[in-house]
């Protein structure tokens, strides 16, 4: 029988992967949306680099956008090994029955909120990988995404449309929730 000095030292063990993990998951979300903010500035400037020539150089806006780029790839490593984990513990929660006092489930069905979220990682990893495409084929002149090559270019603009829709969609959802939360903070006595 183990004695309780080694189960002490096992659960101190435990603790502290667990606070490395909410750590890193912490650091991930946070370097998800300073690489975010970080693209959209640099993407910008990149795609108005005619009239910014004279003042900054298009290869050092190249260069912190692939920056921001692998901060964001990072980032999206950590947002993915987050939801291989919820995949892999999901059928293993036992959902909780409903209590008189109206406690919800851990069982939650899918939302609205999780649809546009997912949505918005996906066109992000999309932009993502043909970002990296266009990386490849201009700094080292080869194809990172070889089926249908010729697609991926042209795609990374398109996809930036349908990013911000998704942005503009989702500031409005979360919008409303923060607004909510605000207002009863300062309605609280």
């Known amino acids: 029988m183990p004695s309780t000095k080694l189960i002490d030292l096992a659960g101190a063990v435990l603790g502290f992967f667990r606070g490395l993990g909410r750590f890193y998951l912490g650091l991930c979300v946070l370097g998800?949306?300073?690489?975010?903010?970080?693209?959209?500035?640099?993407?910008?400037?990149?795609?108005?680099?005619?009239?910014?020539?004279?003042w900054i150089p298009v290869q050092l806006l190249r260069q912190t956008h692939a920056?921001?780029?692998?901060?964001l790839?990072?980032?999206?490593?950590?947002?993915?090994?987050?939801?291989?984990?919820?995949?892999?513990?999901?059928?293993?929660?036992?959902?909780?029955p409903h209590s008189?006092?109206?406690?919800?489930?851990?069982?939650?069905?899918?939302?609205?909120?999780?649809?546009?979220?997912?949505a918005?990682?996906?066109?992000?990893?999309?932009?993502?990988?043909?970002g990296v495409e266009r990386f490849a084929r201009l700094e080292y002149d080869s194809a990172f995404l070889p089926l249908l090559p010729?697609?991926?270019w042209p795609l990374h603009s398109t996809l930036r449309l349908f990013w911000y829709a998704l942005f503009l969609l989702f500031f409005v959802n979360y919008g409303k929730i923060w607004t909510k939360r605000a207002l009863n903070y300062l309605r609280s006595p």
């Open 32 to 54: 998800a949306k300073i690489g975010l903010g970080v693209l959209v500035l640099t993407g910008e400037m990149l795609a108005m680099q005619a009239s910014l020539q004279p």
């Open 100 to 118: 008189v006092d109206g406690a919800t489930s851990e069982h939650r069905g899918f939302s609205i909120r999780g649809m546009l979220d997912a």
């Open 67 to 71: 920056l921001a780029g692998l901060i």
């Open 73 to 96: 790839v990072l980032s999206l490593c950590g947002q993915l090994l987050r939801f291989a984990s919820w995949i892999w513990f999901w059928p293993r929660k036992k959902p909780v």
């Open 150 to 152: 010729a697609v991926w």
């Open 120 to 130: 918005f990682w996906l066109v992000t990893l999309l932009m993502v990988l043909t």
